[in-house]
């Protein structure tokens, strides 16, 4: 997923049109059963590796709204996988390839975000 969105999201929806990869949706179009704020499709997003901050981060008026996740990598399948029988993430089925974990659609990602920082779900600043 690289980036993910916390529970200080105010849901203004900044974010949503920033994304060049489609990745991020409104509250009300989460495809989390109980989605309260905006949302992160993990198997979209590619933590925007061409610029020098992710786009979302730059236009959010939230401080601690926008947090790093683990890379969309085939290391860490096991990990998104867990979080979507969690409920944490909803991965989308592709007709053809199926289910489009990380094993199968790995994602770009800053490899200068230390897994530690991963973990700990430290924020993403400018």
Known sequence: MAVMITEECINCDS????C???AIVSADDS???NGEFTY???EKCIECVDCTIPKCVDVCPTDGAIVWDMPYIEEFNEYFLEGQEK???KIRVHKKKG????????KPYRDSISIADR???VLVNL
């Open 87 to 89: 409920g944490i993430y």
């Open 31 to 33: 495809p989390l059963e």
């Open 119 to 121: 973990e700990a779900h």
């Open 20 to 22: 060049p990869a489609m």
């Open 40 to 42: 992160v499709k993990p």
């Open 15 to 18: 974010c949503v049109d920033e």
């Open 99 to 106: 289910l489009l974990s990380p094993k199968v659609a790995p």
